[in-house]
């Protein structure tokens, strides 16, 4: 079964007979009207007399297959979380949309916090595993949400009610934010949106920024961070370079 928009959309293409793209596009407008994602693949396979059936969306298989890939590898998992956090703050095209990195975020936080780092990743690895991440996670929003031509309007009504919590929350996060507040990501303190840095609060962006020498990611380096680490990257040098 798909699990992404995207692959259902190229199933329903080549099951009709037509481009990728005017199939998207055809989506997109719809979905821009104020028709749920679900909606607007129906309409689409009806018209060509396509069983409507053959492109369900299966919104507790995408949860497991985001989880999945979260639970397989410490490592990875934190620099996928890193990909996706400096995409949601983008102001270029490729931006992650808001509700995705919170639905990222909800199901991140029932992943245990164990460090079973068990391989060894490659950049390439991480792009293509953050970029399944975002398609997983954009069209999980799209199903679990109920949306309408002005935006988000809270959860679907035909979301399985395993996901119900989640939905929720991604929906009032959503709104949160849309009304210029966040939520720090590490200590979920309520900030204005401007205030932040990297989606953390300016207190939380100051530790972090205190630990990251440049060579010690790993605990051992903490002994040595209380002598030299501050002095390194004190201020907020770094912040003008990114
Ligand atoms: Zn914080």
Redesign the pocket.
């Known amino acids: 079964m798909s699990l992404t928009a995207r692959d259902v959309l190229q199933k329903l293409a080549d099951d009709a007979g037509v481009p990728y793209r005017d199939v998207a596009k055809r989506i997109n407008q719809a979905m821009a009207a104020g028709d749920g994602l679900k909606q607007a693949i129906e309409n689409i396979a009806k018209e060509n007399a396509l069983n409507s059936s053959k492109y369900s969306l299966d919104s507790q298989a995408i949860v497991k297959a985001i989880d999945k890939i979260l639970r397989e590898d410490y490592t990875q998992t934190l620099m996928i979380s890193a990909v996706l956090a400096q995409m949601v703050e983008s102001s270029e095209k490729d931006r992650l949309p808001v509700p995705a990195f919170f639905a990222f975020l909800e199901i991140l936080a029932d992943v245990p916090d164990t460090s079973r780092d068990t391989k060894s990743e490659t950049s390439h690895e991480i792009e293509d595993l953050a970029t399944r991440m975002i398609e997983l996670t954009t069209t999980l929003v799209s199903i679990v949400c109920e949306w309408s031509a002005g935006g988000m309007r809270g959860v679907a009504a035909d979301c399985p009610v395993e996901l119900r919590g989640m939905a929720r929350s991604v929906f009032r996060k959503t709104r949160m934010f849309q009304s210029g507040l966040w939520s ?6 309520i ?1 204005e949106v401007r205030e932040t840095h990297a989606l ?6 100051r530790d972090i920024s205190n630990e990251r020498t440049p060579s010690s990611t790993a605990r051992s380096g903490e002994r040595d961070r209380l002598g030299y680490g501050r002095t390194e990257r004190d201020d907020s040098t770094d912040e003008s370079i990114q």
């Open positions: 720090c990501i590490s200590c979920g303190k900030v953390l609060c300016p207190e939380c962006d």
